[in-house]
Structure formats: structure tokens, C-alpha cells
């Protein structure tokens, strides 16, 4: 499948979402603080590092899960925003401590700008899809 650059698309479902989490301090105390829910911040440092890309050494996800050189190298420094608050606070402390590390809004910073260039990417490449809306009615179905 060839999603106009992107090799993995499936990859970068997890990918987008993961860095939009990053951007949002909200989502973070919410979300990741709540025991009883899924997402925490081991989870995003597993999609981000682990499992669908490289944070730490992206430029071998370009054409696989990011676009451009622009995401490769976006990429690459909330890498290593992250890695900075992770070596101040150690890799095994608990959420909250990263959240309240003065480094974070490094962190929160560098991912906001990648997912601003993520999203706008995966906007473009919807519209050059072919047919991308054309002919369709803007009327609601009847």
C-alpha cells in the first residue's frame, strides 16, 4: 500500500497519536495519571521508541511512518527532549515525576510542533488522494 510516502500507514495511526498525547499536558494528568485507564506514559514511549519508530534515531522511519525530512527531524528532538528528562529523573520514575520535571515542557513543546507538522502532512496527502471528496454533496443523506 502506498499512502503517498508512507510504506506503514498502520504505523503511523499509532504514531500520530502518540506524539498529540505528548503535546497535551491535559491529556497527561487525565489520562495517564488514572490507573484505571490504558494509556500511560510507557505506552507512548513504546510506540515512539519501541515499536513503531525510533524516536532516538528516526531518519530510518522516513518513507515507513513519517513523511518528510522536516518529521524526521522533528522527531528527532522530541527524542531527545524526552531523553534529557529521562536521564535527570531517572528511566524507572513514575509518571507524575516526568509531568513536574522542568524539562517537560520541553518535551510537551517538541511534540506539539511535530504533531502540528503530522497532521498537516496527513492533510495533504488525504487531499491528493484521488477523488478525495469530489462529486460527493455536501448535503447531509436524506
Known amino acids: 500500500m502506498n499512502d503517498h510516502g508512507v510504506a506503514l500507514p498502520y504505523y503511523r495511526l499509532h504514531v500520530v497519536p502518540a506524539v498529540v498525547a505528548l503535546a497535551s499536558p491535559t491529556w497527561q494528568r487525565e489520562v495517564w495519571l488514572d490507573p484505571d485507564r490504558f494509556e500511560d506514559l510507557d505506552h507512548i514511549v513504546h510506540v515512539l521508541f519501541d515499536d513503531f519508530c525510533d524516536a532516538d534515531d528516526p531518519t530510518p522511519w522516513l518513507g515507513r511512518c513519517l513523511r518528510t525530512e522536516e518529521e524526521v527531524e522533528l522527531m528527532a528532538a522530541l527524542g531527545a527532549a524526552y531523553g534529557a528528562v529521562q536521564d535527570s529523573v531517572g528511566a524507572t520514575a513514575p509518571d507524575e515525576v516526568y509531568l513536574?520535571?522542568?524539562?517537560?515542557?520541553?518535551?510537551?513543546?517538541?511534540?506539539?510542533?511535530?504533531?502540528?507538522?503530522?497532521?498537516?502532512?496527513?492533510h495533504s496527502a488525504l487531499c491528493e488522494l484521488p477523488d478525495a471528496g469530489r462529486g460527493r454533496s455536501l448535503e447531509p443523506d436524506a
Open 100 to 122: 513536574d520535571s522542568p524539562g517537560w515542557s520541553a518535551v510537551v513543546a517538541a511534540a506539539a510542533r511535530l504533531a502540528q507538522v503530522l497532521v498537516s502532512n496527513d
